[in-house]
């Protein structure tokens, strides 16, 4: 299957600091998306990129879709103690069943 | 219902038991998909229907899962003589059309594990 690779695997962080995590891929994608997993729980999409060069914000969230079509980041500012979770990027190739490739995800810890 | 439900949340089985793991997506979702996430890692997807047909199957690790969606809305994952390996988060998402780029919805999982 395709690997995608995000870094860091694990973060603690003081609430009130800036997060910043990436995802990397061999393959090129058409879509990149972010999703947060909490415990028990499914994804949840939190931000969805579609061109290539795209910086796209929501809230406290900015997140890049690469020139390379192989990478993405994710950013998160002024981190609060909700943002604990499970932030997994996945790609998208566009064609047959759009399926999502996720990545090993980074787990964040944030510190009050 | 208001979003992607699955049952049950958690299943316990013996090795060599068959499973069954229930999904109702939200309604008029045309797309539904399953993927599988072993701990610590990423889904990974299994299987995809538009409306009552099952078009990629190719993530199903082997023909002792079968997956299948016979009216287009409710759709049941069956693995047969279960064994360790899969032991896993089994999760069921939709979406309105299946495009690329739309949201896909994800359900809260199926826990299973396998004794």
């Known amino acids: 299957g395709q690997q995608l690779n995000q870094s860091p695997q694990s973060m603690f962080i003081q609430e009130g600091e800036d997060v910043s995590m990436n995802c990397t891929s061999s393959?090129?994608?058409?879509?990149w998306l972010w999703y947060k997993q909490d415990p028990g729980e499914g994804p949840v999409l939190l931000i969805a990129?579609?061109?290539?060069?795209e910086l796209t914000s929501n809230g406290r969230l900015t997140a890049q879709f690469g020139i390379t079509r192989k990478d993405s980041f994710l950013n998160i500012s002024a981190s609060i103690p909700s943002d604990v979770g499970i932030y997994f990027c996945a790609g998208q190739f566009g064609t047959g069943a759009n399926n999502l490739f996720f990545g090993t995800g980074t787990r964040l810890t944030v510190i009050p | 219902g208001a979003g992607v439900s699955q049952s049950p949340r958690y299943k316990v089985a013996k090795r060599g038991q068959d499973v069954a793991l229930r999904c109702d997506p939200i309604?008029?979702?045309?797309?539904l998909f399953w993927y599988q996430q072993a701990l610590g890692q990423g889904p990974e997807f299994l299987t995809y229907?538009?409306?009552?047909?099952?078009?990629?199957k190719s993530g199903l690790p082997s023909d002792r899962f079968f997956a299948e969606r016979p009216e287009g809305s409710v759709s049941t994952l069956k693995i047969q003589r279960t064994q360790k390996e899969d032991s896993a988060v089994y999760l069921c998402a939709s979406s309105l059309g299946g495009g690329q780029g739309e949201t896909q919805y994800f359900g809260p999982g199926t826990r299973l594990l396998v004794l």
């Open positions: 990129l579609y061109k290539a060069g």
């Open positions: 309604s008029g979702h045309v797309s």
């Open positions: 393959s090129i994608f058409n879509t």
């Open positions: 229907f538009q409306n009552e047909a099952q078009l990629d």
